[in-house]
């Protein structure tokens, strides 16, 4: 009876674990997405304006592709 129930919880947290994977998640997952480069963007903009001040060069660094692994 032990492990009848072992297996019962185990298959319950496996099936639990895909609920967040398929494509109902991909409208929240890119709009995480967006906003994670956007506030990227801002704050190496706000480091280059700050690096120019003080006469350093400025660096851009551009996100090609997002890979949701």
């Known amino acids: 009876m ?4 072992i ?11 895909c609920a967040s994977i398929g494509p109902a998640t991909i409208p929240r997952d ?5 906003s994670a480069i956007a506030e990227s963007w801002k ?8 690096k120019l001040r003080y006469a350093d060069v400025p660096v851009f660094l551009d996100v090609a ?5």
């Open 2 to 5: 032990g492990i009848e129930r």
């Open 7 to 17: 297996f019962l919880v185990a298959g319950m947290v496996f099936l639990a674990g």
């Open 30 to 34: 890119r709009f995480d997405y967006t």
């Open 43 to 50: 704050s190496q903009m706000l480091l280059n304006i700050v």
């Open 65 to 69: 592709s997002v890979i949701y692994v």
